[in-house]
């Protein structure tokens, strides 16, 4: 019998390859290596650098740190190291490529890239690698499953100082003094009880209290080999080009989960993240829930029955899955941000700046996940290189601290991007090297960020150590339309979304209750004091007078269109300067969203300035 050649190539060939790999290679290699805690007694009273933070980030300080010569204490308050990809089973990276398909942060996180073999990973298999990397430094010592640790201040004349840290373990509290401190815990801990000033979830653009859902990730057991061959299969011949599947994850299937309802309003299915373990189980970051975390915790381990069954009877190759567990920790995707000498903003990331202290690159788009019920997830925009300065790295206000993850200095929109864990590792790594430099010159960190010749010489040292630091320019193709700084500032309050793509549409009709809806988000974020009216918004063209308007009734003015836009014409908008308004005097030109944006830009500022004056 004769094959059919396409046959083959697209079915038999895949799964013969699959079978081969499961089987003999990726999951294939060394045993769990577990890493010798020291004991509590022979902690030393100083550490030239002590780490608080076993997640990646903080496993890359600590092994710079000590690969720099320094006596480095990594210490976490869980059983053991990867802390996110351990302990909240996230067994996927988000990758950051440059323009040429290059991996943009090498260094330390390519060595542990290259030796997890791959972007979706085994998470027993990080934990040994983790293990390994720790165990191979004499200089570091690790004191894990402590119950807590907070840091020890000092004022100084240049202002307060964290000098060590206060751990409590086995019923005993241990001072430990320290050159240097690294924050490296997730949520930024030991900065805020330093005093380090900081912004929790979207509060930094006017919406208190709105951070990203948390996750709680679980595993399936009961999928074979063919059924996960029909996963791929389906995802990889859907016709969809955002999913897809390799021979060891798959992402996709949102047309399925978008039909599931959930049992209460704090839960929503997403399309599901998959990733296959070396003992043939699946990992599955899918299930988005809104609440504080204790509370969060316990409805993902109510909900995920119900979503278990939903996926048995919906989705292709998971007839026979069964739930088999739930991840110890939650994958929390934002929670403080902390002020530091720079603020990485949304601009930095989409207009791909550069800096002249640049320890790390970033590319991934921005990602902004649902923050409440009803709330869809956005991708504001996609970066194609960015730089993240040291000064992100260096508190205000309190000396002695570096801060590396996801609560360094970004803004929350930035933090869409720059939050992934190959940026994280970057900054450890860049933390490790910094902290050797500062004690070398007697300096501080702030005093090391301002140091032009110093910095240089942190990313040399960072160079010798495999990361690759080049200066990059990258046009901004947006920079010459004239509405972009009304872009800019609507993007700025999460407003206007460009997709992977970047397209923002700047030249297409606005629909009329897309802007009042802008306007209205608009006022209420920029704490603009002024009284929504009640807008009745008619269905047909939308243009420059309907804008006028909507805009001169939030004013308090109750005049006719036409009266409207002769009145803020008054006020100084639609200046000839300002872009080709004469366009749009024409009654039946649509207001495009650029022109909508410019409007929505100079409105806020105006009405501000009218609230300063009274």
């Known amino acids: 019998m004769r094959i059919n050649k396409k046959i083959f190539l697209a079915v038999l060939l895949p799964g013969i390859v699959l079978l081969v790999f499961f089987a003999y290679g990726r999951f294939g290699g060394p045993g769990p290596d577990d890493v010798k805690p020291t004991p509590l007694h022979d902690i030393k009273h100083a550490y030239e650098l002590v780490v608080v933070g076993g997640d990646p980030e903080g496993i890359a300080a600590a092994v710079s740190g000590a690969r720099s010569g320094l006596s480095v204490l990594l210490v976490d308050a869980r059983p053991e ?15 950051n490529y440059g323009p040429d398909g290059e991996i943009l942060n090498q260094g330390f996180f390519l060595e542990f890239f290259e030796q997890i073999k791959g972007d979706s990973f085994d998470v027993d298999e990080a934990r040994w690698v983790f293990n390994r990397l720790v165990m191979a430094e004499e200089n570091l010592d690790v004191l894990l499953d402590v119950d807590a640790v907070l840091p020890v201040t000092e004022e100084t004349p240049a202002g307060r100082k964290v000098s060590g840290v206060s751990i409590t373990a086995e019923g005993k509290q241990v001072a430990v003094g320290s050159g240097g401190v690294v924050d490296a815990t997730q949520d930024g801990d030991l900065a805020a009880l330093a005093g380090v000033p900081f912004s929790v979830g979207r509060e930094d653009i006017g919406r208190p209290a709105s951070c990203m859902a948390v996750t709680r990730v679980f595993k399936l057991k009961g999928v074979s080999w063919p059924d996960w061959l029909r996963i791929v299969f389906s995802l990889r011949y859907d016709g969809n080009q955002s999913t897809g599947a390799n021979l060891h994850s798959a992402w996709g299937f949102s047309d399925i989960t978008s039909r599931y309802e959930p049992s209460g309003d704090k839960v929503a299915l ?9 003992d043939g189980s ?3 970051n899918a299930l988005l829930v809104f609440d504080e975390r204790q509370k969060a915790y316990e409805l993902a381990a109510a909900e995920l029955p119900l979503v278990t069954a939903f996926l048995r009877q919906n989705v292709p190759g998971l007839k026979h899955a069964r739930l088999d567990g739930a991840a110890p920790e939650l994958y929390v995707r934002e929670s403080r941000h902390i002020y530091a000498e720079y603020r990485l903003t949304l601009d930095d990331v989409l207009e791909n700046r550069d800096f002249a202290d640049r320890i790390a690159f970033g590319s991934y788009p921005v990602d902004i996940q649902p923050t409440g019920p009803g ?3 956005v991708v504001i925009g996609k970066p194609e290189q960015y730089a993240v300065p040291f000064r992100c790295l260096v508190p205000r206000g309190v000396d002695g601290l570096l801060v590396v993850g996801r609560s360094a200095g970004f803004d929350t929109l930035a933090h869409g991007s720059a939050r992934t864990v190959p940026v994280g590792m970057a900054a450890g790594q860049a933390a490790g090297v910094a902290a050797a430099l500062a004690l070398e010159n007697d300096l501080s960190f702030r005093r090391l960020a301002a140091d032009p010749a110093l910095i240089k010489t942190l990313q040399d040292r960072l160079g010798e150590q495999g990361v690759d630091l080049e200066p990059f320019s990258i046009e901004n193709e947006l920079a010459g339309h004239w509405a972009y700084e009304g872009l800019k500032f609507v993007r700025g309050l999460g407003l206007a979304v460009g997709g992977y793509d970047n397209n923002y549409r700047l030249d297409d009709p606005i ?9 209205a988000r608009a006022v209420q974020q920029c704490g603009v004091a002024l009284q929504a009216p009640e807008l009745y918004p008619e269905a047909n063209t939308f243009n420059v007078y309907d804008a006028g308007y909507a805009l001169a009734a939030y ?8 009266e409207s836009y002769a009145y803020l014409e008054e006020q100084g908008f639609f200046r000839p300067g300002g872009g080709p308004w004469g366009e749009y005097k024409d009654y039946d030109t649509p207001l495009t969203n650029g022109a909508a944006y410019m409007l929505l830009k100079d409105f806020i500022a105006y009405a501000g300035s009218i609230n300063s004056d009274s």
């Open 555 to 562: 004013l308090g003015r109750d005049l006719g269109k036409e």
């Open 81 to 95: 190291l990867g802390g996110l990809f351990t302990r909240g089973w996230l067994n996927s990276l988000d990758m």
């Open 270 to 278: 997403r399309g599901l993240n998959i990733g296959r373990q070396r």
């Open 511 to 519: 629909d009329h209750q897309r802007f009042l809806n802008i306007l």
């Open 375 to 377: 709330t869809p997830g």
């Open 282 to 284: 699946l990992l599955i």
